[in-house]
């Protein structure tokens, strides 16, 4: 049944030759058409038909038909049931008496006139099949330009005969296309029929080739080299005949090798390679791209062409350039990638003088441009915007020139933009550079002394600066300018006393706009200004001032305050400040000061050169009973504490025979703790307590008892409380004589005789038993003034034993001329001297002597005694006339006084006057005890005259005791 459908369906195929029988040469024809030489015909065509092969014109002479299974017999026999047939001239047929089978499939040839053993015969080829067979498998449409990438073709594999089967195409391992199970009979594969009556049908397979990987629509495979593709035909659903056909595509194995620049310019680059031989390679493809843009593509025939130059390129562009050979497609690259020479090969600029010239520094703009240019009209600038022309040019070497442009940075603060612009081949070509200025000035530009001739000068920093140009001047004329990298910087050999104005400019690559000016005085600074206290407390005070100036240089202060206690001293503090203080006012708190204490304050400004004057003004607390008011401010003494020390040299002095009257000295000042506002006085003996009060420094008694002792002691008083009492002193009533009365003096230039009378009152169980007489030289000081000096020279003479009206006097020699001097006299009893009585006079500075009247003050008492002239004064009345002559004299000695009181010093110039403030007691005929061994020391206790006198701004020096008896 297989054979007869076989027979019924499956005829010859072959290209039908257009001209049958043609003019000449051998041919084929079958079922009366020609066929080419390679027609294939089904084995079953030829059962029916035969195969006829002619040589027109020719003479057979042992021609032949020679199969695949060998030669075919001609006229009687057959060769796998294929047969031939001779016919007229030339002309020989072949047969098949049945199917021939696998052994009669094949090639067969036909030799004419002459068997085919003869070189002369004529041949022609047929292909008998069974089954299926592969008609052709062909390349197409190969790609005649080669610049065109990447690269496309067909595969053609047409196929003939049975119409069941299975087809393929692939490379190597991988199918491109295959289908299977295909019937003609209803198209079920996608082949184009080309012939249908035999089953003719044309499989078709896209190529795209990258020149890496051969690719058919989702399927790829890596190659290199020639590219080798296979058809296979099967029948089916048996697989009796399985036809495989191959094709090769020629394609080079490797890149050109060694690809290096030989040559470039802004606009061309010149590579080569080294040549491929011819069988690997027909020419060469050279591509050009910048960036993912093609800008070139060349093909360069015959395999030794290993050289080419890429011309209209671009300056300073990069390219990347690819070589590839091909033959009948292209082969692997080989890539370099190469940039041109620029245009504008570059842009600078340079300082060229000192950025200390601000507004007159000095920049090149040098521009290096391609020689392939003319500089003198193909180059131009842009500063700003502002198109300069280009003069100045040179060139550098073959392939550059330097175009320089002079730029000044006019106005200062304005950042330069310039531009170079070099045209080639109707491109603007350009390069930019951009001298840089800060937006501004540095802040807080601050200056520092350092020493007499050299200065600080520091600023905040800025990120965007490179640098300082700093310019100092000095009265408006003398400018010097330096400059700095660092944030700050030392001004050396200056003028002191001098203000610098001192101006910081910031740079980057131009300097700022304008400065930062700070005017410093380059002196010690001037006194601060509206001196004043506040928030007075009980032991703080805050000072508040107005500082210098800004433009004084201020590194301390020195704070002074003196407390008005003489046994405190003055206290200076010094507090450092920051130079350059933002505030205009300063304040400063004293602590621990006592209170209720009265102090002097004054500031001094200072720095490294010194200090200021003291300031102009001072200001000094005051405590005022319960209330301290300094400054308008008004505080409460409620947080003081008691008085912490006690009075001292508590005395007893006789009044009159009925009242005694008790005296003490101060609290120490510096014991206070505010201002004293009484005394507590305690009077007690065996017998009966007195509890009293005053609030003066002594208190008067009209009650105690004569010959009675009593035990004495004070405590003082203040806003708070009372403070401690003193120790207690024991005191018996009426045992010490009162002042000596009537005292004056005679004075010479080197001797004093000085006179009194006896004292008012006498105790009449303690006679006076002598007379003290002190004395002292007040150096630098006029008569009437105040002493401070203690030296006192004893003398003890005899006393006259009588109490009615008698007068005493004595003479004191060893006196310095010219001299003021103080004496004092005091009677004593065995139980302890009264009080004293003093006179001030001045030697003379001639052999005359002048007697003067002066006044006498009891020491710790409020009246003044008048002076009298002895009768020895009065004796010398006969020399009044002499007082005329000594007129002159004593005129002079008082312009020399004067002058000595203004010369003084300032502690001693401050003493009350001499009259009214001397602090000698007279002691009344009372006996003091020390409690602790009465009979030891029941001697006369008077204040300690040193301290007393101190106290009171006078004193007593030298002392002579005068009579007869034990001195005390």
Known sequence: MLSLQVFVFLLSVSEVISQCPPSSGIYLRHNGNCRTNGSYFTDGSIISNALECTLPGATLNGGEWIGSN???????????????????????????????????????????????????????????????????????????????YPQEYKLNCTKIGFYLYGISMSIGNTALASYTNCDDRSSTCPGTVLVSSTNTVRYTVDITWDGMTVSSGSISQSTTGDQMYQCRVA???????????????????????????????????????????????????VNVTSDTDTLQTVQVEGSSNNTITLNGLGGRTTYIITVRAYQQLLGPASTISVQTLPVINSINWTLVSSITQLNNTQYHIDCLTTTDINPSTDVYWLVNGVMKSNSMYTSIDVLTYNNTLLVYPDPLGMSVNVTCIA?????????????????????????????????????????????????????????????????????????PMSTYTISVYSYINLPSVNSTVTVLRFDVPSPVTSLSVSNVS??????????????????????????????????????????????????????????????????????????????????????????LMCSNIQINYNYFVAPSGWPSSIQVLQVNSTANRFTWNEVNCSERNGLITGYTVIISNSSITYNLTSTE????????????????????????????????????????????GSV???????????????????????????????????????????????????????????????????????????????????????????????????TLISTQFVTLTTCTQEVGSTNTVSGAVDGASIGLGAVVGLLLISLAVSIIIHIYCFIKLKTYDTATAKQTKFDDDIPMQVCEPYGIHKTKDVTKDAVYECPDVNKLLYKENAYLGTSVKLGVGVGV
């Open 744 to 842: 004056s003096s005679i004075m010479d230039t080197t001797w004093a005789v000085i006179s009194w009378s006896v004292p008012s009152y006498i105790p009449s169980d303690y006679p006076i038993i002598t007379y003290e007489i002190g004395y002292h030289i007040l150096f630098d000081k006029c008569c009437f003034s105040m002493v401070d000096d203690d030296d006192i020279d004893n003398q003890m003479l005899q006393f006259i034993n009588s109490t009615n009206g008698a007068t005493f006097t004595t003479q004191i020699t060893g006196l310095d001329a010219m001299s003021c001097y103080i004496f004092g006299v005091r009677a004593y009893t065995d139980r302890g001297p009264g009080g004293w009585v003093f006179i001030a006079n001045e």
């Open 235 to 285: 029948d089916r659903p048996d697989s009796n005949a399985i036809r495989i056909l191959n094709v090769t595509v020629k394609v080079p194995a490797t890149a050109p090798s060694s690809l290096t620049v030989v040559n470039k310019t802004a606009t061309t680059i010149t590579v080569s390679w080294i040549a491929l031989d011819s069988s690997d390679a027909d020419g060469y493809v």
């Open 538 to 627: 009980t032991f703080g005070i805050t000072v508040n001032w107005t500082i210098p100036s800004s433009d004084n240089y201020v590194t301390y202060y020195t704070i002074s305050y003196t407390p008005s206690c003489p046994e405190l001293s003055s206290v200076n503090e010094a507090v450092s400040v920051g130079p350059h203080q933002s505030t205009t006012t300063y304040s400063y708190t004293l602590i621990s000061l006592y209170s209720g204490m009265n102090y002097t304050i004054t500031v001094r400004a200072g720095n490294v050169l010194g200090g200021s004057e003291l300031s102009m003004s001072t200001v000094q607390t005051e405590a005022m009973s319960c209330m």
């Open 423 to 495: 045209m080639i081949g109707g491109v603007n070509y350009s390069q930019s550079v951009i001298l840089h200025a800060p937006s501004g000035p540095p802040n807080n530009v601050r200056g520092f002394i350092l020493s007499a001739t050299s200065i600080k000068v520091n600023w905040t920093t800025s990120p965007e600066t490179n640098g300082y140009v700093i310019e100092y001047t000095t009265g408006g004329v003398t400018r010097n300018v330096v400059s700095t990298s660092e944030d700050e910087i030392v001004l050396t050999d200056l003028s």
């Open 70 to 148: 060998g030669t075919v017999p001609c006229d009687g026999g057959n060769n796998v049931n294929v047969q031939c047939t001779t016919g007229s001239g030339a002309s020989l047929s072949i047969q098949a008496t049945t199917f021939p089978g696998e052994a009669g499939d094949g090639w067969y040839k036909c030799c004419l006139p002459t068997n085919c053993s003869d070189p002369n015969t004529n041949i022609i080829f047929a292909n008998i099949f069974r089954f299926a067979q592969i008609e052709s498998f062909t390349v197409a449409d190969l790609p005649s330009d080669m610049t065109v």
């Open 697 to 740: 420094r002594y208190i008067i008694l009209n009650d105690l008892v004569f010959g009675t002792e009593y035990n004495i002691s004070v405590a003082a008083v203040n806003s708070v409380g009372r403070g401690p009492f003193s120790d207690p002193i024991v005191v018996e009533i009426g045992i010490v004589p009162g002042p000596v």
